[in-house]
């Protein structure tokens, strides 16, 4: 009877709270660990800052629109020596001897203008646009997986502690039934084979406890990985129900249409689909407007200084260029094609996804219940089977047999209700609600539009806007 209670509060230190959702409030929360993970986590930065190189494709595109300058300078040394004639016949030839030495210098300005290039300049604008779309959506997948992954391995810490602490439990347990029927055999009540049963239980026993302990130290060191420090009073975790669709048809709309990747897949069409514009306009004619001006000193021996100015408009009509251009048309309609395609793949596996998290979540809810059932149901069965072997209907055997079927109910407890907030957090994933605004969570949520605007319309300047 003493150890059935020592199990049962060993193991209800850590089951309890997780019931009840009471937390301590010098506990770690498993929402200070998802601030934790969004703010620090070296995967979700590295994607950031993928974001911000893509912003970058924007104003690359719009330089189309606008002029380009070139500034030109020379300057030399010139040595001349020339000898001319001049006149009608050979008596009158008059002869011209001019040589010396001058510096020619010249500088001057170039601006060109692209008046039309076959919308070519409009169509990668979108190019760029839609290309920044699908990487903030791909930074938003990240995101979820990222909160995801550091909300399993704060339940996967919750489980292993509360399995070591049963085990712990369970060894104790086990080292007082050897005492006890070391004591009994002593006084002839048992026999020698109920020791040895009783030692070779608590030999398992011990093996138990060392692959727990070994399974905590794993998940301890992927706690540091994913959220950044080491585990420390951790509080219970609680489902996310309240913040999931009510059906699971209303959980699979929402996944088609929130969904990350769906969404990045959509922009992947756009992108395609305006390379094939891209394309085409190289088959349009390209107009440009060119102005320059130039200022030459001493560029000869007799001309000391000349300034020279031009407009120019050129218009090309391209012809036939080896058929290149054709085929990167037909390339880029192919890629529009195999976007689509991609798009329903997508689309076929978000729903499998939501359907699969779904039916994890319901199984979760029962396997709780079922498991509180069990470990209720054990507990009687090993107080009976104690009060038996007192009596002499049992044996040593049947009372360690009941025990390890106590312990393996209260590992299955623990595991359901770890089960059970993992699979509400993965339903939220799963249909694309998993960020910090939806928690709830106390942390600033980066915008990655903050930076596209500090950068679309900059026409110079080398420094990023964080002053690197």
């Known amino acids: 009877m003493l150890g059935v209670k020592a199990l049962a509060v060993a193991a209800a230190s850590v089951f309890l709270p997780l019931a009840l959702g009471s937390v301590s409030a010098l506990a770690d929360t498993i929402e200070a660990a998802l601030v934790r993970a969004y703010q620090n986590n070296p995967q979700l930065n590295a994607q950031r800052a993928q974001v911000r190189f893509t912003d970058e494709n924007v104003p690359q595109a719009l330089s189309g629109y606008r002029p380009r300058v070139a500034v030109t300078a020379s300057a030399g040394f010139q040595y001349t020596d020339t000898l001319s004639t001049a006149g009608g016949n050979a008596n009158t030839l008059v002869r011209t001897i001019t ?43 990240l995101e979820q997986t990222v909160l995801l992954q550091a909300a399993t391995i704060y339940m996967d810490y919750l489980r292993d502690s509360a399995i070591v602490e049963v085990q712990k439990s369970n060894v104790r347990v ?43 130290t794993t998940t301890r060191s992927n706690f540091r990985r994913i959220i950044g420090n080491e585990p420390q009073a951790l509080a219970p975790g609680s489902p996310v129900d309240r913040y999931l669709p009510s059906t699971l048809p209303s959980a699979v ?10 969404t990045a897949a959509m922009f992947g069409i756009d992108v395609s689909y305006l390379q094939v514009k891209v394309a085409e306009g190289a088959l349009l004619p390209t107009v440009t407007l060119q102005g320059s001006v130039q200022q030459t000193y001493e560029n000869t021996l ?117 089960g059970r907030v993992v699979a509400s957090y993965s339903v939220l994933d799963r249909v694309g609600r998993l960020s ?18 500090q950068v679309r319309d900059s026409w110079a300047g080398v420094r990023t806007p964080d002053g690197r």
Do not use: C, M
């Open 174 to 216: 086990l080292e007082q039934t050897l005492k006890q029927t070391r004591d009994r055999f002593n006084v002839g009540e048992v026999t020698r084979t109920d020791v040895a049963q009783s030692e070779a239980q608590l030999a398992a026993g011990k093996t138990q406890l060392l692959t727990a302990e070994a399974n905590l």
């Open 436 to 453: 910090p605004t939806v928690l709830g969570l106390p942390t600033a949520v980066y915008d990655p539009s903050v930076h596209y605007h």
């Open 99 to 141: 040589n010396g030495t001058n510096a020619p210098r010249s500088v001057g300005t170039t601006v060109t203008q692209t008046l039309f290039n076959g919308q070519q300049t409009a169509n990668r604008t979108r190019v760029a646009e839609s290309q920044v779309s699908g990487a903030r959506e791909a930074l938003r997948a």
């Open 302 to 418: 007799t001309i000391y200084r000349s300034f020279g100015a031009s407009a120019t408009a050129q218009l090309s009509v391209p012809i036939y260029q080896g058929g290149a251009e054709y085929a990167l048309i037909r390339q880029s309609k192919e890629s529009v094609a195999q976007q689509r395609l991609v798009l329903e793949q997508t689309r076929d596996q978000t729903r499998a996804n939501v359907v699969t998290a779904w039916g994890q979540l319901v199984a979760g809810k029962a396997q709780v219940q079922s498991a509180q059932a069990q470990v209720a149901a054990s507990e009687i069965a090993l107080n009976g089977v104690r009060e038996e072997a007192k009596a002499g209907q049992r044996t040593t055997l049947d009372v360690l047999n009941a025990q390890q079927a106590l312990v393996n109910a209260r590992v299955a407890l623990v595991t359901a209700q770890h």
């Open 253 to 262: 709309e929402l996944g088609l249409t929130q969904n990350p990747n769906v």
